[in-house]
């Protein structure tokens, strides 16, 4: 046997929701039926009313249809809580961990739906209709998955941005989707300091003068300015609020939430999700792709900003009545033993997280780990970036006790749900393999001319159907929507992705293909560190590429070229970095700033980054095809001040 593949755990197996031969089944019933396949795991929700039509897509270059289950009507707050808070209203819904050792909160699902619905009511008061959009600027914290399902509950339409951001990154965020309404906290606890967010939310709002209304969570308590005429207290305002709102009805495709993510261009991309196709693929995929059983207790390690915890933390767990562990804090304080201390405590039985964790959890060693009993653990979850074989080999043997299957799952925030990973029971598992597609999932791998790879072999990855969790558009901008999507391969969504399948049809996802890389999981447009960069005054242009990183995956390297008489110092240094900072947030500060006398460029003036990721990555011999480099002197003078410092 093959010392590399890692078998189906038998007695998982057994008792799994679907097994090997289950998803060959399945599988193939969701791609020559899909209609009666979707049909089927939609009553996964409860529908007010049922639909009729199940799927009306294409990707036709004249027309991109993307609508599921139209008809239908629904809430997806009442899919999350309601039905459970009648069945098990006094049992947990989120058992909460502060960023403190010992700071903890339960809250069961009679809270939970009280909460929701004050704040539902206090969002009604406030002037918040159907339709409307509302920005959450929080922590992790019961607050802000009360904040969304609160949204979702009046019909609103919520936009979580990350609470790492910047002041001027949630300004934009605000601004694209003119919500009048913000959710914040006086300040965000993590790894012991204090994250001024309500500060950054002023900042914010300094220009944004139609944003009416602030509603401010006491976090931390401490001493932060209060603008009468527009912030209100969250615990104040819900105390005053009905505790029942009765869910308002919405279209299957009224839209649920936007989150912000970065393409290629500058802008971030808000991608718009609506409600009854997402809610069904999420409930769906988080049933089978964690085999999750009525009374697991599931842990996502995932900040609320990003859209692994609106799908695998919030919207897909709560949908199924799952208890989730919600933590605030970070793995490695006060010191690395921090997640293992939390699955011990709740008895955590599926944990997911991301590679770059796992990689820095590995260099404390075996003992954090060992000191607590994980026994409780039965499927482990990879997402966000390729996972390298040590990764996972660590995560398998220290964590999981060589018991637990790992679930390698491949999505993106456009694809709203999993697209490609290995169901517990039913795959046996390749180390850095996302295995195979989800159900009615239909992969494609196209070479540069548009000719599909047939067999083994590696190619840009693309989708030849639609998916019920898909993003429907790009907030205000359908034609970016087509443009990046569906026009590099007419016919596919296309997601920005290279990958390899083998013999055995596992695919392996290579990293992505265009001007975005993944810094920790984080998805970072290279673009708009660029513009960051550029907007300092002595900078004439920049290029950022990433590089192998041993932790985050991949470091941002930034080439910068100063403007005429500017001299190059390490204060000069400092204060590029300083500016990311504030402009986007620290996430996406460069590792390495370098300073380059000119950028190699193509005849039509355009920066050849692929030039500049090879010398980022210390290779200084191939550059690839330069017979497009304008002038080779320029790369030759960059490498040689390189090869000088190295
Ligand atoms: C990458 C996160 C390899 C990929 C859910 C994708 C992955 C981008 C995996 C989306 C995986 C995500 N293996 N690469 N299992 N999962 N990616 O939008 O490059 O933050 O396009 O969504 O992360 O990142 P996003």
Known sequence: MNPHVFPIPTDLASKAHVDARGYEEMYRRSIDDPEGFWREQAQILDWSRPFTQVKNTRYSPEDVTIEWFADGRLNASYNCLDRHAAQKGSEPAILWAGDTPGDQRRVTWSDLRQEVSRLANTLTKLGVKKGDFVSVYLPVIPEAIAAMLACARIGAVHSVVFSGFSAEALAGRIKDCRSRVLITADEGLRAGKYVPLKKNADAALESLPFVEHVLVVRRTSRDVPMNPERDLWYDGA??????????????????????????????????????????????????AMFDYHPGDIHFCTA???????????????????????????????PDASRWWQIIEAYRVNIFYTAPTAIRSLMREGEAPVRKHDLSSLRVLGSVGEPINPEAWLWYHEVVGGGR????????????????????PGAMALKPGSAAKPFFGVRPALLNSDGSAVEGEGAGNLCFADSWPGQARTILGDRERFLKTYFSTFPGYYFTGDGARRDADGYYWITGRLDDVINVSGHRLGTVEIEAALASHSSVAEAAVVGFPHEIKGQGIFAFVTLKEGITESDELRRELLQLVRTRIGPIAMPDRIEWAPQLPKNRSGKILRRI???????????????????DLSVVEDIVRRFQKQN
């Open 238 to 287: 819900l105390a005053q609020a009905p505790a029942d709102c009765p869910p308002v009805e919405v279209g299957a495709e009224d839209p649920l939430f936007v989150l912000y993510t970065s393409g290629s261009t500058g802008k971030p991309k808000g991608m718009l999700h609506t409600t009854g196709g997402y809610l069904v693929h999420a409930a769906a995929s988080f049933r």
């Open 303 to 333: 900040d609320v900003g990003w859209v692994t915890a609106h799908t695998y933390l919030i919207y897909g767990p709560l949908a199924n009545g799952a208890t989730v562990v919600l933590f605030e804090g970070v793995p490695t304080w």
């Open 404 to 423: 637990c299957p790992i679930t390698d799952t491949y999505w993106q925030t456009e694809t709203g749900a999993v697209l490609l990973c290995p169901l």
């Open 612 to 630: 500049l990721t090879r010398i980022a990555a210390g290779d200084f011999e191939s550059h690839g095809d330069t017979s497009t480099v304008a």
